[in-house]
């Protein structure tokens, strides 16, 4: 089995920061890409950033040189640096991972449970 542990978010002011955390663990045996999804009241989830295993990113066009994505392997933890955030930022915030949980078998996908991060004006 396999969990993905969120931490990090809140409520901050706009023009504030927040730094998210997402820590894999169970039965892993390599973790492919990983990243941050959101989800705002009424509307759609969607992909705020992304990292490849290598450690290639790639941002939303609404989050671009606002938000950092970064990985520890080691740890195997994601992070999300969020800084100058708006209001329109604000949403549940989901990790995801893309999960070998064995040598030579097929990969999963796997999501926490959600952190709310809440933008005041």
């Known amino acids: 089995q396999v969990q993905l542990v969120e931490s990090g978010g809140g409520l901050v002011q706009a023009g504030g920061s927040l730094r998210l955390s997402c820590a894999a663990s169970?039965?892993?045996?390599?973790?492919?890409?990983m990243g941050w999804f959101r989800q705002a009241p009424g509307k759609q989830r969607e992909l705020a950033a992304a990292?490849?295993?290598?450690?290639?990113?790639n941002y939303a066009d609404s989050v671009k040189g606002r938000f950092t994505i970064s990985r520890d392997n080691a740890k195997n933890t994601v992070y999300l640096q969020m800084n100058s955030l708006k209001p329109e930022d604000t949403a549940v915030y989901y990790c995801?991972?893309?999960?070998?949980?064995?040598?030579?078998?097929?990969?999963?996908?796997?999501w926490g449970q959600g952190t709310q991060v809440t933008v005041s004006s």
């Open positions: 990292i490849t295993g290598g450690g290639n990113t």
């Open positions: 169970g039965s892993i045996f390599s973790i492919n890409a």
């Open positions: 995801n991972a893309v999960i070998d949980v064995s040598y030579g078998g097929p990969n999963y996908n796997f």
